[in-house]
């Protein structure tokens, strides 16, 4: 077989691979036709499932390190979580990682939702729903509560909080030294996002508050099924679950599990956020630094 007819094959293989990330737009007869899959791509998309985690014996664990960090969706790498922040003009196949998780504690997909980071008070839907929206009577709907009349619908102001309300994610996991494997590795153990809170949002420096916790090896499944953007190549998007595993985002490391009851940098580095930064690197790169450290004799 001749080089160029190999390559030429390869590269057939690859393009019918990444076609699922816009299916069927250079076939398709009519807008409505766009995004309809085959029975085979069908078939595959209903058997596929994220890749799951390789079970890890606590006896190979040579060493580990807790870690929080935030995700700052200032950042333009972190944008692919970020948006879409309106949804009215775009594809339903294209959504915020806000409204993916949402949806799935909506569905009843995502069932492990906590109050903290280290999942201790389990919430559900309606525990969390005075964090994600704010109820309020105006004066004239008051006057007719008062009045024991019936309140008018356009007399209650409801705020929700959307995609384009949350301004960064903190997520936990860990860093462990697999002595089987020789190697170091990280696991997603949880992630929040993070919004100003709902009762004071429209003052001009609210409070950032963490929503609600996901414990993320329940979510994975949620995320595996929505795509993330990719703007390399918008042929070939990615899903959440591969972004989030794969690390595809810069954070910040704000805690790490320590003796004095796993204190925050901010708690010891006051006003000085250049300072948090550095400290942030500093405990980075000992991370870093241990599995170099294992190939010095």
């Known amino acids: ?7 030429t094959g390869v590269f057939g293989f690859l393009l019918t691979i990444s076609s ?4 069927n737009v250079l076939n398709a007869k009519s807008p409505e036709d ?5 029975d085979a791509e069908l078939k595959v998309k209903k058997e596929s499932k994220p890749l799951a985690y390789g079970y890890v014996d606590e006896r190979d664990i040579l060493w580990s390190k807790n870690t929080w960090e935030i995700v700052d969706l200032d950042e333009r790498v972190n944008f692919p979580m970020y948006y879409p922040i309106d949804t009215n003009n775009i594809g339903s196949n294209r959504r915020s990682l806000y409204d993916v998780l949402m949806n799935g504690i909506k ?5 492990n939702i906590y109050a903290d980071s280290y999942f201790n008070g389990k919430r559900t839907l309606n525990d969390i729903s005075a964090a994600i929206s ?11 509560y008062n009045a ?19 301004a960064e994610y903190h997520i936990r996991g860990m860093w462990y030294f697999d002595k089987r494997q020789a190697e170091l590795k990280y696991r997603l153990l949880g992630i929040a996002p993070v919004a100003p809170d709902v009762n004071f949002i429209d003052d001009e420096n609210p409070d950032m508050v963490e929503l609600f916790w996901v414990w993320f090896p329940d979510a994975r499944e949620v995320l595996y099924e929505a795509e993330a953007f990719n703007g390399g190549n918008t042929s070939q998007s990615i899903t959440f679950d591969h972004l989030l595993n794969s690390r595809r985002f810069n954070a910040v490391i704000y805690k790490e599990d320590n003796v004095q009851g796993d204190r925050e940098v901010n708690d010891y580095i006051n006003e000085n956020a250049f300072m948090q930064l550095l400290e942030s690197e500093r405990i980075k790169e000992r991370i870093r630094n ?8």
């Open 1 to 7: 077989m001749k080089w160029n007819q190999f390559l």
């Open 134 to 144: 704010k109820v309020d009577t105006t004066d004239l709907g008051i006057e007719q």
């Open 34 to 38: 766009i995004g309809k899959l085959s």
């Open 148 to 166: 024991g009349e019936e309140i008018d619908q356009q007399f209650i102001d409801r705020r929700d909080l959307t995609s384009a309300d949350i």
């Open 107 to 111: 569905s009843g997909k995502i069932k």
């Open 290 to 297: 241990f599995e170099q450290d294992m190939w010095n004799y």
């Open 20 to 23: 699922y990330g816009q299916s």
